[in-house]
Structure formats: C-alpha cells, structure tokens
C-alpha cells in the first residue's frame, strides 16, 4: 500500500509539472487559435466582443493585475512543489510598510522556482512574509495573447513594463513586492547544470527604479535552478548562440534548445530559493548615475555574500563561485 501511495502521489507531481509546462508554453498558442476560429464562425459575436472586453482592459497587467487567492493556493501547485521540491528560504524580516524589489537570480530557462515561490502559495510565502504581496513580473509581450493574459494575472504574473513597476513600488501604504528575474530572457541561454554565470554587470535599470521610488531592494538565489534542464552546446562565439542573440530581440523572448528527463519534463532537482536580508534605500526621483552605481555595486555585493553565505548548504562545492557578465 505505501509503495502503491508513493506511485500515486509521484504520478500526481508529472501530472502538475505537465499542465503547468502546458499552460505556459502552449495555451497562448491554443487560446489565439480558438479566438480566431470564433471570429470566423457564427460565434463571431462573441469573439468581438472579448476583443472590445480586452481593449478596455489593456492597462490591467500594468497596474497591479488580478491576483486570485483561489488560484494562488490551488492544490495542484503543492504537487507541483513536490515534483523537485521547491523549498522557500526566509532570512531575514520584512517590514510590510515598505514596498520591495526582489532581484531573482539566476533566471533558468523556465523561471520555475519564482513562479512557485512567489505565484502560488505552495511554498509558504504569505506565512513567511505576512504582509507582503508578491508580483512576478513577466515580459509585456505575453499580455497582449487573449485568455492566457487573463489566467497568467491570476497567479500575480504582471508586466515587466517600467510603468508596471512603478506603478506598484509607488503604492501607498506599501506591502508590495515585485518579483525581476535580472538578467532578463538572455541570461537563459547559459542555464546549464553546475552553471553558475548572471548577467547583472550592465543590468542596472531595476537599481536606478528603486531609487525613484525608493523601494528596498531584496536580492535572492535560488540554488538547483539550473539543474533542470540540459540545453544544446552553445558556448559564446558558436553558429547556434548567434542565432538565438540575433533572435531575442525580434521575439523577445530567448529560444534555449533544451531537454529534461523525457522531453520537456524537467529533472526532478531541488531548488532552494533563498531570500535576503533588505537594502534599504532612500528616495530619489532623478537618481544620477553615480547614485546608481554606487547602490548597484552595493547590491551586487550583497548578493554574493547571499550566495556565499549558502552555498554550501545547497549543494554547491565550496571552490565554486558566481561568475559575473
């Protein structure tokens, strides 16, 4: 009975990973083409009025989305959490008076552990940070798909638009949380196993909004993030990484070529995402370029220390450290 228990509840965990891999990978593509079948049936009706639905709702995933609660504790997302597992590390208390920045790292090629940690409630976030409400911010592009934009602001996705940002960095009264993966869609082309590169040297708009709005910034890192998937060699320099570099502007988004354990079902790694003690920072509607730098160096700092601090902890050899591009 115990080994026939376990079986099930494994089952359950692919279940969860494969709808979820499903639902962001191919849903926007299903949705669009249901949208365009309705517009040439007799449903057409319908289908026009969603669109005029959608005109007038065009600003939402740029002012705060709609978060349902319902969605967020949904319990197929602790299937889904136990699938690797994915583990939510506290280290330090956050005031919920203050607005925060969360810096993601690294980005791994699907974002898994900050959808899990900071999209559902799976790992405990509202436990562990009573108070706060987290916001993933996603690239704008995929707010512009019918239906998938509506079910990805559910789960607290919103848009990585500077006006989104800002928009929630300024509220009044704080508690909110905007959740940046840093080094951005390009940083995913070197989500390998053992990888440990971030893209943050030249990445300093996320710095330079915090001190506009005078948002704490919160650096986190989160350990097996890129144990999920194998990719394609494509070491700087080489045919394939060109291609994808030239690609990701056109796109916007990147085009990893990689594989997990059957397809796209990810290895079963843990991930352990550990969030750090605040920077505290002090309100400058036109920060100079110094101010930037300074607050930027200091962040980068803090995000080492993070990782040093934890790294062995969470699997890394005590010889290996971040490489910084």
């Known amino acids: 009975m115990p080994a026939s228990s376990s ?33 040439l049936s007799r449903a057409w009706i319908l289908g026009v009025l969603y669109l005029a639905w959608l005109y007038g709702d065009r600003d939402t995933p740029q002012t705060g989305g709609r978060r349902s609660a319902w969605v967020r504790n949904w319990a197929i997302w602790r299937h889904f959490r136990d699938y ?23 980005h791994g090629v699907l974002v898994i552990g900050a959808f ?31 239906v998938f934009r509506d079910y990805s602001m559910l789960s607290g996705l919103v848009s990585s638009a500077k006006a989104s940002a800002a928009y929630l960095l300024s509220r009044p009264g704080g508690g909110q949380v905007a959740v940046l993966a840093v080094g951005g869609p390009l940083e995913a082309l070197e989500a390998k196993p053992g990888a440990l590169s971030l893209r943050i040297r ?47 502007p056109l796109l916007r988004v990147s085009l990893p070529l990689f594989h997990g354990r059957l397809g796209l079902l990810p290895f079963r790694r843990p991930i352990y995402t550990v969030v750090g003690a605040p920077i505290p920072v002090r309100r400058s509607p036109r920060p100079g370029r110094a101010q930037v730098d300074a607050l930027h160096a200091l962040y980068v700092e803090r995000l080492t220390r993070l990782f040093e601090e934890h790294k062995e902890r969470y699997g890394v050899p005590a010889d290996r450290h971040l490489v910084l591009t």
């Open 7 to 39: 079986l099930f509840c494994r089952s359950l965990q692919v279940f969860a990973v494969l709808q979820w891999l499903f639902l962001f990978l191919g849903l926007s593509q299903v949705c669009l083409a249901v949208l365009i079948l309705a517009l």
């Open 84 to 106: 690797f597992p994915i583990t939510l590390v506290k280290t330090a208390e956050l005031d919920p008076s203050h607005n925060y920045l969360f810096g993601f790292h690294p």
């Open 116 to 146: 899990s940690n900071f999209c559902t409630e799976a790992t405990g976030f509202s436990r562990l940070f009573p108070g706060l409400c987290p916001h993933l911010l996603m690239l704008p592009c995929w707010f512009r798909l019918p």
């Open 202 to 248: 030249n990445q300093k708009g996320f710095v330079k909004l915090a001190l506009e709005h005078g948002a704490s910034l919160v650096p986190v890192f989160s350990f097996g993030e890129n144990e999920l998937y194998q990719q394609f060699p494509n070491p700087p320099g080489s045919w394939v990484r060109m291609a994808q570099e030239a690609l990701q």
